[in-house]
Nanobody, 115 residues
């Protein structure tokens, strides 16, 4: 069972920042993309951001200009810098790691934006 190790969630006030990180095991090769999805209470899981091994990025419209995804290919690690956080950003954030023949998910890390 492949385990993605997520960290960085927590409670932050509106307008604040958090940085999430997710590390995939070193024996996973040929990763095409790594990214983040989130799920708010009572809602479906939704796409947040992703980055390919070549550095191409994609963001949900709701986070463009506020979130930045980056990746360290040597460490199989992806980061999500979240700035100007809003209460609607609250949810469980899941890391995703995809290759040609696999699609792995992390356990999720809670992000709560509240005053």
């Amino acid at each position: 069972q492949v385990q993605l190790v997520e960290s960085g969630g927590g409670l932050v006030q509106p307008g604040g920042s958090l940085r999430l990180s997710c590390a995939a095991p070193g024996n996973i090769v040929n990763i095409y993309s790594m990214g983040w999805w989130r799920q708010a209470p009572g809602k479906q899981r939704e796409f947040v951001a992703a980055i390919t091994s070549g550095g191409l990025t994609n963001y949900a419209d709701s986070v463009k200009g506020r979130f930045t995804i980056s990746r360290d290919n040597a460490k199989n690690t992806v980061y999500l810098q979240m700035n100007s956080l809003k209460p609607e950003d609250t949810g469980v954030y899941y890391c995703n790691c995809r290759g040609k023949r696999y699609d792995y998910w992390g356990q999720g890390t809670q992000v709560t934006v509240s005053s």
